[in-house]
C-alpha cells in the first residue's frame, strides 16, 4: 500500500493543480444546473431546515444523464458496487465515461469504485473530471480529500474537505475529517 502511495506522489501535485485550475475555469454555472441554484443555495446555509429536500434535488439532478441507457449503466455499476463487483462496477462505469464524456456522475461513480479497488491514480483523474464538470461537486471534492488524507498530504487533504464542507454543511464525516487534520496540522507546527 505504502509503496502504491509513493507511486502516486507526483500524480497528487499534478491532479491538484488540474482540480484548482478546472474550479478556476469552470467556475460559471453550466447550463445544466441554472435551475438547481436555489438549491446549491439552501444546501450552503448551515441553518435551512430543508436542507436535505435540497441535497436529494440536487442528487437527483445529478444522476439523469439525458440518456436512458446511460442511466441503466450507471445503475449497473452501482449495484455492482453495492454488491462487492468492484471490477464489474469499473466495467459499465468505463462504458458509461467512454459513451457520455459529459455526465459528471459517471465519472464520479467511477472515481468511487476506483477508490474501493485502491487505485488512487485513476480515482483522482476522474475525481479532476467531475469537478471540470461540475465544480460543486462536493462528493467528489470529499473523495479528493479522503485519497489526499490516505495519501499523507494533510494540507491538501484538508483544503478539499473544506471546499465540500462549504458546498455542503451537512456532512458529518467531512466536518469530523476536518477538525481531525487541522488538529493534526497545529500539532506538526508546534
Known amino acids: 500500500m505504502c509503496e502504491r502511495l509513493t ?16 474550479v478556476a475555469f ?9 435551475g438547481l ?7 450552503a446555509d448551515p441553518a ?7 441535497e436529494s434535488d440536487i442528487e437527483r439532478a445529478w444522476s439523469r444523464s439525458g440518456s436512458a ?7 449497473r455499476g452501482q449495484t455492482a458496487l453495492d454488491e462487492g463487483d468492484v471490477a464489474g462496477a469499473i466495467d459499465h462505469l468505463t462504458a458509461l465515461t467512454d459513451h457520455a464524456p459529459d455526465f459528471a456522475e459517471g465519472w464520479n461513480a467511477r472515481a468511487t469504485a476506483y477508490f474501493v479497488a485502491g487505485l488512487y ?8 473530471r467531475v469537478l471540470q464538470l461540475e465544480p460543486r461537486h462536493w462528493g467528489a471534492l470529499a ?10 498530504d494533510a494540507s491538501r487533504a484538508l483544503s478539499a474537505f473544506r471546499a465540500s464542507f ?4 451537512h456532512q458529518q464525516d467531512v466536518k469530523d475529517a476536518i477538525e481531525r487534520l487541522q488538529a493534526e496540522l497545529e500539532g506538526t507546527a508546534l
Not at 7 to 22: D, F, M, P, Q, R
Open 143 to 152: 473523495g479528493l480529500g479522503m485519497i489526499l488524507d490516505e495519501m499523507g
Open 166 to 169: 462549504a458546498l455542503n454543511p
Open 37 to 43: 441554484e436555489r438549491y446549491f443555495e439552501e444546501l
Open 26 to 34: 469552470t467556475s460559471g454555472v453550466r447550463a445544466e444546473t441554472v
Open 121 to 128: 491514480g485513476p480515482s483522482m483523474a476522474d475525481i479532476a
Open 7 to 22: 507511486t502516486h506522489k507526483y500524480a497528487v501535485t499534478a491532479l491538484c493543480a488540474l482540480w484548482l485550475g478546472a
Open 69 to 75: 441507457a446511460m442511466d441503466v449503466l450507471l445503475k
Open 48 to 54: 435551512f431546515e430543508g436542507w436535505e429536500r435540497a
